[in-house]
Every structure is written in structure tokens, then in C-alpha cells.
């Protein structure tokens, strides 16, 4: 595997975009620290003791966003930055997690015969 090239791809695609959630741990970070501008795109659920969150839905339409509110394409390049990144959602600091998602996604960082195995050692988890 390559090391992340900065594509934005997972965080562009629309179909990535519609299947994401925030963990409890997320949603109660978020509101300890106060960050309204990303629980403005989170469908929280569930109690108040037990939340988790419905990623990224448009606060002025209720739709699911085609693409993460907080990815920003670098000035001059075709690569992509997040606003976040400190307090990103756990599913972002996750990914990659499988070879046919980075597939799905077209991430720049998959190499051919790249499995799921190096995928998990590359972010150092074990299988």
C-alpha cells in the first residue's frame, strides 16, 4: 500500500457519504467540546447516554450530503484537506478497512495485489 496521496475520494464519494455513522464516543466528544458546526450535519439517535449519529446530513434540506461538509480541495492542486481532523469521526480514522472499499472508492493508495491482510497492517490492526 501507498501512503494517502490526499485524493479525497473517500471523502467525494456519494455513496461512501450515505452509508456513514458517528459512534457514541463521536457524538459525546462533539458535544464536550462544543462543536455545533459538525453536529449540525449529524442525525443523532439513540439516548442521551447511548448516542450515535447518522453522518452527514444536510442541515438545510435533511438529505444526505454527496461529500463530507468538512473536506477542502488545497488551493491550485488536486488534493483535499480536512477542517477536522483532530476530532474526526472514528470512521474516518478507521479507513481504510477492506480493499474492495478502496476499491469502491478508487482511493489512491491501493496497490496492485494489495489484500485485506496488508490493508490491516498497514493501519496496525491485526487479523
Known amino acids: 500500500m501507498k501512503p494517502c496521496t490526499q485524493c479525497g475520494r473517500c471523502c467525494t464519494n456519494s455513496t461512501f457519504m450515505g452509508t456513514m455513522t458517528a459512534s457514541g ?7 464536550i467540546e462544543g462543536r455545533r458546526d459538525i453536529l449540525s450535519y449529524v442525525g443523532v439517535l439513540g439516548g442521551e447516554d447511548d448516542p450515535w449519529g447518522d453522518l452527514w446530513i444536510s442541515p438545510r434540506t435533511g438529505e444526505d ?11 491550485g492542486k488536486e488534493r483535499y484537506t480536512c477542517t477536522i481532523y483532530e476530532t474526526r469521526p472514528e470512521v474516518c480514522r478507521l479507513y481504510p478497512v477492506a480493499v474492495d472499499h478502496m476499491q469502491d472508492v478508487r482511493c489512491e493508495m491501493l496497490e496492485p495485489g494489495d ?4 490493508v490491516a497492517a498497514y493501519m496496525g490492526r491485526s487479523e
Open 25 to 31: 464516543d463521536d457524538v459525546k466528544r462533539w458535544r
Open 65 to 75: 450530503a454527496t461529500r463530507c461538509p468538512f473536506v477542502r480541495k488545497l488551493r
Open 115 to 118: 489484500t485485506d491482510a496488508d
